[in-house]
Nanobody, 115 residues
Framework: QVQLVESGGGLVQVGGSLRLSCAASGVIVSGNVMSWYRQAPGKERELVASITSGGNTNYVDSVKGRFTISRGNAKNTVYLQMNNLKPADTGVYYC?????????WGQGTQVTVSS
């Protein structure tokens, strides 16, 4: 099993930056996809960014040019650098580890952008 723990969330002003981290433990398989999702109150969960084991990345249009997803050197961590934050970025951010066999989710970390 894989356990994921997110950190780095908090309260920031419009235009500020945050760096989210996701630490994975357990059996980490090769060829996995790591993703960041977010969910605002009353809205459905949204895929924000993903990265494959080969380093290919994908972003939702609303964050392109502002957010960057990356893997750590040990491949057991994933980061989301968020710049020029907007109120629409507010929500709970979740890390997901997809093995092809099943998906593993973290508990989430709150990001609040105040205007």
């Amino acid at each position: 099993q894989v356990q994921l723990v997110e950190s780095g969330g908090g309260l920031v002003q419009v235009g500020g930056s945050l760096r989210l981290s996701c630490a994975a433990s357990g059996v980490i398989v090769s060829g996995n996809v790591m993703s960041w999702y977010r969910q605002a109150p009353g809205k459905e969960r949204e895929l924000v960014a993903s990265i494959t084991s080969g380093g290919n990345t994908n972003y939702v249009d609303s964050v392109k040019g502002r957010f960057t997803i990356s893997r750590g050197n040990a491949k057991n961590t994933v980061y989301l650098q968020m710049n020029n934050l907007k109120p629409a970025d507010t929500g709970v951010y979740y890390c997901k580890h997809a093995t092809g066999l099943r998906d593993y989710w973290g508990q989430g970390t709150q990001v609040t952008v105040s205007s």
